[in-house]
């Protein structure tokens, strides 16, 4: 039995593992929400059918912690443990990294894969100096279909703030930032659970990615014939029947 | 509250024999299931009004019919109503043509399901024949496709008590694709017959040939795609051409028409759903067994199923076409572009066994037959 066309929906969280997360017991709660994500993708079998969930953390430098996988079937979640500085060079890096290795495995399997989404959750600002970091930024997102320059395989992020983070710098990592695939930011007050609002966050995802959307249709009310006809149809719309039951 | 001396006594029941071989036909399956297709929900009456599944399925002239229309695992789990709708209806003098209407609707739209069903509704009316009276090729299908549309905006206006909604914005609240086509009941003497297939957005249609292979009438989505889209054309805003497709079948053929829900998993029609979706359906199943097909269970693939199949005697009984007296039946298919009219892409068609289905994919619709 192949795995051809089954649709795989990748997710990351990109965890930020510097020191500063052991203040206030983020680490704990961050170490909490594995488990918790798991039951939810559990509890929700539409979700977790299609969800492979990959963990990276990052922070002088960066490391996959969990490849891309089914959850449900991890007996044993990974803790992580906080180390230096907060690198989004390195972040941002290794996620585009691991993005393509995993693409190139599950395209290998046959799986039809859908548009990629990480949570970036970090409770500060970088390290790295302002151009590096949004160097790697653009590295990661930006992608021109009519030229082909980019990366194709851009993610949806969304960040996660928690404790006392630069909320403006987070913010800045949305992407996309408009459109119908607009992405949030979500900012957790103290004893906010980020594990919940996340796990909350992946059937919109389903919902938003996979489901069927409108695309940018042609024409508009004033072109061609079917146009006229749909017009003519309006104007004499007065005991016109639609019939439903 | 009943009469003890009406109620007749308990009579045991007869034994049966323990391995009465009934196969089950509810639970279809292709590769891995998932956890999602076992989702039980709140039963769909309940979510919102329309049942889970439309079943339908009758013969008419030569051609057998078999029509599901499924709600998908998302749907149930989530408690909301199925929004694919599907439809069939007679048309033309002698009822000549079989009228198909399968709609998918969009499902960022809250009311999509409305759509879907008007879209079917306003294709193949329930209780008055459609407004097919003429040769299918000489309909005029920008105008059929534009009255639709502006039945859709009609309605979102109406549910949403917003008079002045424009359609762009209706689309918002409710849109639906369509694949329509009309197929004539009877073959023609060398007993192929040519079905006009009209898609509008990504609601497939596929011949399934001679029972072994798929060919594709519409376009095979995210064909070349990296990332898999899920994003469509769906009325009320119209595609920028209405394309129509003239599609020849022969004896044995099948013409079937899904929603992505099925259309998704068939892929491009060469692996492990399209080879089990062709063994099931090379001939006609009954009624119940074709929605379950319908219904298979695969990881992942959680929207709504609708199909239609449209089946073809598997041997020709007409006149003999080479005159030669026996009134034999003719047991084989006529040779591809051999029957109907001039291509008017000037193209070669389709060679059996690959490619596309279609013959002609036009905007301007296919030259009427003979």
Same mark, same amino acid.
């Given at each position: 039995m192949s795995d051809e066309g089954i649709q795989i929906l990748p997710f990351y969280l990109v965890a930020d593992a510097s !020191?500063?997360?052991? $203040? @206030?017991g983020k680490m704990d709660t961050l170490n909490d929400l594995l488990p918790q994500l798991r039951d939810e993708l559990v509890r929700n079998p539409v979700v977790g059918d299609m969800v492979r969930f990959g963990l990276l953390d990052f922070s002088d430098d960066a490391s996959v912690? !969990? *490849? !891309?996988? @089914?959850? %449900?079937?991890?007996e044993v979640l990974p803790l992580l443990a906080p180390r230096g500085g907060t690198s989004f060079v390195a972040a941002f890096t290794a996620l585009k990294a691991q993005i393509e290795a995993d693409y190139a495995q599950l395209k290998a399997d046959g799986f039809t894969i859908k548009r990629t989404t990480a949570v970036f959750l970090s409770d500060g600002a970088p390290t790295d100096d302002a151009a590096a970091w949004q160097q790697a930024f653009a590295a990661l997102t930006e992608w021109d279909p009519e030229t082909g320059?980019?990366? %194709?395989?851009f993610p949806n992020l969304i960040p996660v703030g928690i404790g006392d983070c630069d909320r403006e710098t987070l913010k800045a990592l949305r992407h996309r930032k408009e459109g119908e695939a607009a992405m949030p930011a979500l900012f957790m007050a103290d004893g906010g659970n980020p594990a919940k609002a996340i796990a909350e966050l992946i059937p919109l995802l389903i919902r938003s990615i996979v489901n069927s959307s409108l695309a940018q249709a042609g024409a508009t009310a004033d072109q061609g014939a079917a146009a006229k006809a749909m017009a003519d149809t309006l104007a004499n719309a007065e005991g016109f029947d639609v019939e439903l039951d | 509250m009943s009469d003890p001396d009406l109620v007749p006594a308990a009579a045991p029941l007869p034994a049966l024999e *323990? $391995? $009465?071989?009934? *196969? @089950?036909?509810g639970v279809y399956s292709i590769g891995d299931r998932g956890m999602a297709a076992d989702v039980e929900g709140l039963p769909a009456l309940v979510a919102g009004g329309q049942p889970d599944a439309l079943v339908d399925a009758g013969a008419v002239g030569d051609l057998v019919v078999r029509l599901a229309s499924v709600r998908g695992a998302g749907h149930r789990y989530d408690a909301t109503v199925r929004q694919d709708d599907a439809g069939v209806a007679v048309a033309g003098p002698d009822g000549s043509w079989l009228v198909v209407a399968v709609a998918d609707g969009v499902s960022a739209g809250r009311l999509s399901h409305l759509a879907a069903r008007a879209v079917v509704r306003g294709a193949a009316p329930p209780r008055r024949p459609p407004r097919c009276r003429r040769d299918p090729a000489e309909l005029d299908w920008d105008e059929i496709i534009g009255t639709l549309a502006a039945q859709v905006l009609l309605l979102a206006r109406r549910e949403s008590g917003d008079e002045a909604l424009e359609a762009r914005d209706a689309a918002r609240v409710m849109a639906s694709t369509v694949a329509l086509a009309v197929v004539p009941t009877a073959a023609e003497a060398g007993g192929a017959r040519t079905a006009t297939v009209v898609p509008v957005g990504d609601t497939s249609a596929w011949v399934l040939r001679a029972g072994t292979t798929w060919e594709p009438v519409t376009a095979v989505k995210n064909a070349g795609e990296a990332v898999a889209s899920s994003a469509t054309i769906a009325l009320p805003l119209l595609p920028t051409e209405v394309a129509t497709a003239a599609v020849v079948l022969g004896p044995g053929d099948a013409l079937l028409f899904m929603t992505e829900g099925v259309g998704d998993p068939l892929g491009d029609g060469t692996g492990e759903v399209a080879a089990t979706l062709a063994a099931w359906w090379a001939a006609p199943p009954s009624r119940w067994a074709f929605a379950a097909q319908v219904d298979f269970g695969r990881r992942s693939h959680t929207d709504d199923r609708s199909a239609v199949g449209v089946w073809l005697p598997p041997v020709h009984r007409g006149s003999p076409a080479t005159g030669d007296g026996t009134g034999a039946a003719v047991d084989a298919p006529a040779p591809p572009g051999a029957p109907a009219g001039a291509d008017p892409a000037g193209g070669d068609g389709a060679a059996p066994g690959g490619g596309s289905a279609a013959r002609a994919v036009t905007g301007d619709g296919p030259e009427p037959a003979r």
């Open positions: !020191l500063s997360m052991q $203040a @206030d912690v !969990l *490849p !891309l996988t @089914d959850i %449900r079937q991890v320059q980019g990366f %194709r395989l | *323990p $391995a $009465a071989e009934q *196969p @089950d036909a």
